[in-house]
């Protein structure tokens, strides 16, 4: 995907780009997704994800930050597939039923948003957190919902030059939480596919020398 632009700032800043790069590798856009994201700001996340997906309905409860948005969009036009949607709600308010994948890009009604989540049966659902308490009841409240895959810490450093040497300039730690509230086939009556496409129940599944006839169950999130 080629770099966005975003002419236009907010208080809050961007979402840096090697923290979006992370970001979209875990929410694995396809071109037929609806994503949806909580908390917009400057659009960055938006707009590259209006590159990948379908559909995009972002939310954003401060009207300046959603002019922002706007904004940023509008300068990144030629860039888009997507068809996007901007609301000035607070979510859980205004968030869609059909949402493939879900963005939460700060922490405010997270839990409430969590729980949409699992009611609808989002897919993949990411969440950044900056700070060690948030990322603890954050990674609290995915564990409680069943739908915790990773909880992933890294932290980007950018080089610069020193004395004739290279030192680095450090950015502050970010805490992302990686799920998914789409049901496993463990939750579904205890069935695994067979070898042949047909289900079994696990008490039906029989060996043969100790291995087992059935093919490979799908364990952990959905379908990423």
């Not at 975003?6 to 929410?27: I, M, W």
């Not at 860039?79 to 405010?108: H, K, Q, T, W």
């Not at 957190?129 to 739908?147: D, W, Y």
């Not at 890294?154 to 970010?174: C, I, K, M, R, W």
């Amino acid at each position: 995907m080629p770099p966005i632009a975003l002419p236009y700032d907010a208080k809050a800043g961007p979402t840096k780009p090697e923290v979006r790069a992370v970001v979209h590798s875990k929410l694995a856009l396809e071109d037929d997704d609806h994503f949806a994201e909580v908390g917009s700001c400057t659009g960055a996340i938006t707009i590259e994800a209006a590159q990948r997906a379908a559909r995009v309905t972002a939310l954003e409860r401060k009207p300046e930050r959603l002019e922002t948005t706007e904004q940023n969009l509008a300068a990144n036009e030629d860039a888009i597939r997507a068809d996007v949607d901007l609301r000035n709600v607070e979510a859980p308010a205004g968030l869609p039923d059909d949402a493939d994948a879900l963005f939460l890009g700060g922490s405010r009604n997270f839990e409430a948003v969590l729980d949409h989540a699992v009611d609808t049966e989002i897919d993949r659902v990411v969440m950044n957190v900056s700070r060690l308490e948030v990322a603890g009841k954050a990674t609290e409240a995915f564990r409680e919902r069943g739908i915790l895959e990773e909880v992933v810490q890294f932290q980007v450093s950018h080089g610069y030059e020193l004395a004739g040497a290279t030192s680095f300039n450090s950015d502050n730690p970010v805490y992302m939480l990686v799920g998914s509230a789409t049901p496993s086939d463990e939750d579904d009556g205890g069935k695994t596919v067979a070898a042949d496409g047909g289900e079994r129940s696990l008490s039906e599944q029989s060996t043969d020398s100790g291995r087992t006839v059935a093919g490979d169950s799908k364990s952990g999130g959905g379908q990423r």
